[in-house]
């Protein structure tokens, strides 16, 4: 990585990665499409790749974002989904298609990531009107259950009081029965497992809920899941 191997960039590149998010929260605005994290306009292609923790620092880690099918003589929008608010960015795509938030560097550092938050962005070819979005949580809340259905937990609040609690691995159309625990608050629904067997369920926490939650989560056919995490102010504590 350019980054790693000139230790100027890098320091400059975690100061920005520090100042970044702050910087951005005034140029927030709406995007002009729906958000959908799978979509991708045919030929083209959005990724993050995942690099290590710089210098064992506790919740920032280094990503590169690659695309393919977007013209690096371009002009592009890289939209940030940060919670409720979307951040607008204006970045450069190198020959080999790699999204480059800072001129040159190829290389960016997110801060203060905790478990189940995620960097959900989208990239919009301006002139065409193509557009790719891409997630990653570098910190992953999951569970397996029996049957071979699965639970994820992705934090939509920097108050880590708003949760989706994703579920997978389920039949098409089966009912999916919900239990959300946390302290003495328990919620119980019922949802109906799409085409492709995915389903999702928010949940608001109460600043009084305590520090742990448990979701489980049990299919009509006989799978269950179950998935515990932690919740409110805990939850930037857990990496």
């Known amino acids: 990585m350019q980054a790693l191997r000139n230790v100027g960039a ?18 927030t605005e709406e995007p002009p499409f729906e958000w959908d994290h799978r979509y991708a306009s045919p030929g083209t292609s959005l990724s993050i790749d995942l690099g290590q923790t710089l210098l064992g620092l506790p919740g920032m880690v280094m990503i590169v974002i690659k695309s393919s099918g977007f013209d690096p ?14 951040v607008r960015l204006e970045p450069a795509i190198s020959e080999d298609g790699t999204v480059q938030i800072t001129p040159g560097v190829d290389s960016m550092f997110l801060n203060d990531y905790f478990r189940g938050q995620t960097f959900d962005i989208a ?3 301006e002139e065409t009107g193509k557009r790719a979005h891409a997630k990653l949580t570098p910190f992953p809340i999951t569970a397996q259950g029996e049957g071979g259905c699965t639970a994820s937990a992705e934090v939509e ?14 039949d098409a159309g089966e009912e999916v029965t919900i239990t959300s625990t946390a302290r003495r608050e328990t919620l119980t629904d019922t949802l109906i497992a ?25 299919g009509s056919a006989g799978c269950t899941v179950t998935l515990e995490f932690a919740i409110g102010r805990s939850a930037r504590d857990a990496r």
């Open 157 to 170: 609040s920097e108050s880590g009081q708003v949760w989706t609690i994703w579920l997978t691995g389920f």
């Open 10 to 27: 890098a320091l400059f590149l975690l100061v920005a990665g520090l100042c970044l998010p702050g910087l951005l929260q005034a140029q």
């Open 194 to 218: 799409s085409q492709t067997g995915e389903t999702a369920f928010p949940i608001l926490y109460g600043r009084r809920s305590g520090r742990e939650a448990q979701v489980i989560a049990q």
């Open 73 to 86: 003589d371009s002009i592009v929008t890289l939209w940030w989904q940060r919670g409720a608010e979307y």
């Open 123 to 125: 990239l919009v070819d």
